[in-house]
């Protein structure tokens, strides 16, 4: 199994410009969460969807920030427009079934720079 | 609520000598815990789990925990620590979903091994 893969790993942009990060999940997995990771902040919650249906979004920041999960093997988190302190790595997870016992599976992750 | 604590943020410890990392939570029923690793520049690997039965639980890479439940504990332990094991470790307990997703993080331990 490939694992939760994402995509770029490494993201350098401009205040102002769109960033789209991009998630594939395991395959069979119902659930995708989106984490943000800071130094300050900690790890968060930012977005989780179950059988592509955003379940709660709550963790999101700000209306600059969006998520889709247009089919079962694919996810984007979209910022429009970036700023600088959106500076962060953004992990994508995926779980095979809702509650208490499921583990999570995380990516690598994306390093985002916002100049 | 729901909440996990990781007392300490960065621990050092020599090379060949024992490590314990403290994990405590709060929950109202009983807890399904997760140990979490971050190795530099990765996503963030299972260590191990406890959902019931026998307290002291085996995982990968040599780590073990305890679950205390008197002491609201999920206490992760090495007899003999690697230079390999310098990472962020990360305590987790399961959760109902909602905001929280179904896995509520602490904060982190930095661990750094001295040769």
């Known amino acids: 199994d490939a694992g939760v893969i994402q995509s770029p790993r490494h993201e350098v942009t401009e205040m102002g410009q769109e960033v789209t990060l991009r998630c594939k999940p395991i395959?069979?997995?119902?659930?995708l969460f989106w984490y943000r990771q800071t130094m300050m902040r900690g790890l968060e919650l930012l977005i989780y969807?179950?059988?592509?249906?955003?379940?709660?979004d709550s963790g999101m920041p700000e209306d600059r920030f969006s998520a889709k999960m247009p089919n079962a093997s694919f996810s984007t988190l979209k910022i429009q427009p970036s700023e600088p302190r959106d500076s962060a790595v953004y992990f994508c997870?995926?779980?095979?079934?809702?509650?208490?016992?499921?583990?999570?599976?995380f990516g690598p992750g994306t390093r985002l720079t916002v100049l | 609520a729901q909440s996990v604590t990781q007392p300490d943020i960065h621990i050092t410890v020599s090379e060949g000598a024992s490590l314990e990392l403290r994990c405590n939570y709060s929950?109202?029923?009983?807890?399904?815990l997760f140990w979490y690793v971050q190795s530099p520049g990765q996503g963030l690997q299972l260590l191990l789990k406890?959902?019931?039965?026998?307290?002291l639980v085996q995982g990968i890479k040599g780590f073990e925990a305890e679950f205390k439940r008197s002491q609201s504990s999920f206490n992760l332990r090495k007899p003999s620590v690697h230079w390999s094991d310098a990472a962020e470790y990360f305590c987790?307990?399961?959760?109902?979903?909602?905001?929280?997703?179904?896995?509520?993080f602490g904060k982190g331990t930095k661990l750094s091994v001295k040769p």
């Open positions: 997870a995926s779980s095979p079934g809702q509650g208490q016992r499921n583990e999570q599976f």
């Open positions: 395959s069979g997995h119902d659930y």
């Open positions: 969807f179950n059988n592509n249906v955003p379940i709660d």
């Open positions: 929950y109202g029923a009983t807890p399904y």
């Open positions: 406890y959902f019931s039965g026998d307290t």
């Open positions: 987790a307990v399961g959760a109902y979903g909602g905001s929280q997703g179904n896995l509520i």
